[in-house]
């Protein structure tokens, strides 16, 4: 089977480090990058199987993103799975991604095991015992 390309889009370091670090745990080979025009960038020059957006990011927020990459999509006939991830607390977050074009949103902190299950659903993909245990 091959291993799914991620492109994850987060501005914090941290949280680009984070997810550097569970890439083998969720099964996927991790693209990551730190804002709009580089997940766009990299959108065009890579296949991506799924998309992990962070929303609140300066300058280009990741609903502009996702409207960006659906718009790429449109073009290549083709529907890639978007992930909105967000430590907002404000009601209505959700309905904005699924607005932008998200499929899903999964709210900070997460669980890695919601995090691995919601990124397999939007694969497509039943989770089983393979691929790394849980790093925590």
Known sequence: MDIPTALIVDDREDQRKLYGM???YLQVRALIVSNVQEALDAFKSHTIDIVLLDVKMPE???YECARLIREMDAKEDRHTPI???SASVFEGDADKCMVAGMDAFIRKPFSLTDLKN???SLLGRSISGGGAA???
């Open 83 to 85: 992930l909105g991830v």
């Open 22 to 24: 569970v890439e083998e």
């Open 60 to 62: 280009r927020d990741g």
């Open 118 to 120: 919601t990124v397999h």
């Open 134 to 136: 849980n790093p925590w």
